[in-house]
């Protein structure tokens, strides 16, 4: 029962070319649509269509999920946490 401790294991996301985590998958709407308002800070995200939006989100440099693995719930839900962001900084 000496002073035999063991340290917590950690691990570490890759990190992509500007320092950020590249772990954003297609159910992080919030934070996708946070990192999309911070791209196109003047894009109203209900002008986007689904097709455009999908290939947005897949072009994210901390995007990490399956391309394919999109669906309309997922986008929609993108786009109103995008919309939600957009509308906080731009509607007085």
């Given amino acids: 029962m000496g ?4 340290a ?12 950020k985590m590249t772990d954003l998958h297609w159910n992080d709407a919030d934070d996708i649509g946070i990192e999309l308002y911070e791209k196109f800070p003047e894009t109203d995200p209900l002008t986007v269509r689904f097709t455009e939006l999908r290939k947005m989100v897949v072009e994210l440099a901390s995007f990490g999920d399956d391309a ?6 997922k986008l929609e839900a993108i786009q109103m946490a995008w919309y939600e962001e957009w509308k906080e900084n731009n509607v007085k």
Wanted: aromatic share 4%; glycine share 14%.
């Fill in 8 to 19: 917590p294991k950690t691990f570490m996301l890759p990190l992509n070319e500007n320092g």
């Fill in 3 to 6: 002073g035999d401790t063991v």
């Fill in 68 to 73: 394919q693995a999109s669906n309309e719930g």
